[in-house]
């Protein structure tokens, strides 16, 4: 499913996006929330790999767009959808985003390394794709499993 354009950059968005920099800052290990999985859909993710310890590490992803990517890489990746668990995942090593700040300025940045990787993985969830859809039938079973241990012992 994919999520809406965001139209207005208003106060409403701005309260929107502190609330989720909030929840990634007071989540272990948590660097990105994007905003269909607190059930808003709109294509917007905030990002912070510093998790909060750098105020200019704040990354705000409205309406992006990959205009262009390069090579390949598999890392592993987790999601506040999937707590506890990590998957490997394919991704490409390098990435030609386009993306908006909160004044609508179009902002065009060539990106590598970790962030593009997690830049890749909120981009997913605006359209409804997760770490598990990407990964092989064989690892999706044991993840599916896994998962159910975990809610087994209460720790899902
Ligand atoms: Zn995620």
């Known amino acids: 499913l994919k999520a ?49 310890e750098n105020k200019d590490d704040l990354l705000v992803l409205i309406n992006p767009e990959i205009l262009e990517s390069d090579g390949n890489e598999v890392g592993d990746e987790g999601c506040l959808s999937f707590p506890g668990i990590t998957m490997s995942v394919n991704r490409a090593a390098k990435i030609f985003l386009k993306n908006f700040d909160l004044n609508g300025k179009e902002i065009r940045k060539e990106i590598d390394g970790f962030l593009a990787r997690v830049i890749q993985h909120e981009m997913d969830h605006l359209d409804g794709t997760l770490i598990i859809d990407r990964v092989s039938a064989l690892k999706r079973q044991f993840v599916k499993k896994e998962i159910k241990r975990l809610q087994k012992n209460g720790e899902w």
């Open 4 to 52: 809406n354009d965001v139209e207005n950059m208003d106060g409403k968005l701005v309260e929107l996006i502190d609330g989720m920099a909030r929840t990634i800052h007071n989540t272990y290990s948590a660097i990105g929330l994007a905003a269909p999985q607190i059930g808003e859909s709109l294509r917007l993710s905030v990002i912070d790999l510093s998790m909060g």
